[in-house]
């Protein structure tokens, strides 16, 4: 059950990345310079309202300083590598391994 679950987000997690990717490429290819879009800036276009509840549920429910160093710096990394790293984590938690029959 959880192995299917976390396949699942694997799968979302990639078709983001991919997402992610192709509207990086696509404004590279429009500047003629390679240009990567932080996480951080995309998820504030998209809805700036959630990314600051996020750092006020952090920030007060969890340990401070963990918003800070750690996540701004995460914020700042290219959306699609950031969902393309969870996408492999995701998929190593739902990986099952085949077992070997010995003769």
Do not use: K
């Not at 990717?21 to 990567?36: K, N």
């Amino acid at each position: 059950m959880f192995r299917l679950f976390f396949r699942i987000l694997a799968l979302v997690a990639l078709a983001i990345a991919v997402v992610m990717a192709v509207i990086d490429a696509t404004r590279s290819i429009a500047a003629d310079a390679l240009t990567f879009t932080p996480l951080g800036e995309s998820w504030y276009a998209a809805s700036p309202d959630t990314l600051n509840l996020s750092q006020a549920i952090i920030q007060r429910y969890t340990l401070p300083f963990i918003w800070d160093p750690l996540i701004v710096q995460i914020l700042t990394f290219p959306g699609w590598l950031v969902f393309f790293a969870l996408s492999l984590i995701f998929y190593i938690a739902g990986y099952r391994r085949r077992r070997t029959v010995l003769v």
